[in-house]
C-alpha cells in the first residue's frame, strides 16, 4: 500500500493566511496550515474560473477548459513525486502554483472586461 506524504514548506507571512497558523511550531500544524492555504487558493482558482467561463463564448469555454486541464496536470506532475511506496505532494508548490494561474485567469477577465476577450490568451 502506497503511503501519502504532504510536504508544507511555507514560510513567512503566507502563515498569517489561514487562521491559527501565525506560529505553527510542529509538523503536523505546518502541514495543517499548507493545507488551509491550499484549500483557499484552490476555492479562489474555482471562483475566477467560473467568472471567466461566464465572459466567454462557446469557442472561448472550451479552449479555456482545454488550457485548465493541461495546467491542472503539468501542476500536479510538477508538486507531486511518486516512486514504489509512497506519494509525496508538496503544497508549497502547489498553492504557489495555483496562485499563479488565478492570477493569469484574472488578467483575461480584465482583457474581456477592457478591450474583449482574446481567445488565443486562454491557452
Known amino acids: 500500500m502506497k503511503k501519502l506524504t504532504v510536504l508544507g514548506l511555507l514560510?513567512?507571512?503566507s502563515w498569517g493566511w489561514a487562521?491559527?497558523?501565525d506560529?505553527?511550531?510542529a509538523d503536523f500544524d505546518y502541514v495543517y496550515c499548507a493545507t488551509q492555504l491550499f484549500v483557499q487558493?484552490?476555492?479562489e482558482i474555482?471562483?475566477?474560473y467560473r467568472e471567466l467561463v461566464g465572459k466567454l463564448n462557446a469557442e472561448g469555454r472550451s479552449v479555456l477548459r482545454t488550457s485548465q486541464l493541461a495546467w491542472i496536470k503539468s501542476r500536479n506532475q510538477q508538486c507531486t513525486r511518486v516512486d514504489a511506496t509512497s506519494r509525496t505532494v508538496n503544497l508549497d508548490c502547489a498553492?504557489?502554483?495555483t496562485q499563479e494561474r488565478?492570477?493569469?485567469?484574472?488578467?483575461r477577465i480584465?482583457?474581456?472586461?477592457?478591450?474583449?476577450?482574446v481567445i488565443s490568451r486562454l491557452r
Do not use: H, I, Q
Open 46 to 48: 474555482n471562483d475566477v
Open 23 to 25: 506560529n505553527p511550531s
Open 95 to 97: 498553492t504557489r502554483m
Open 41 to 43: 487558493a484552490d476555492k
Open 102 to 107: 488565478t492570477s493569469f485567469l484574472k488578467a
Open 19 to 21: 487562521a491559527g497558523c
Open 110 to 117: 480584465r482583457e474581456c472586461n477592457s478591450t474583449g476577450c
Open 11 to 13: 514560510v513567512g507571512a
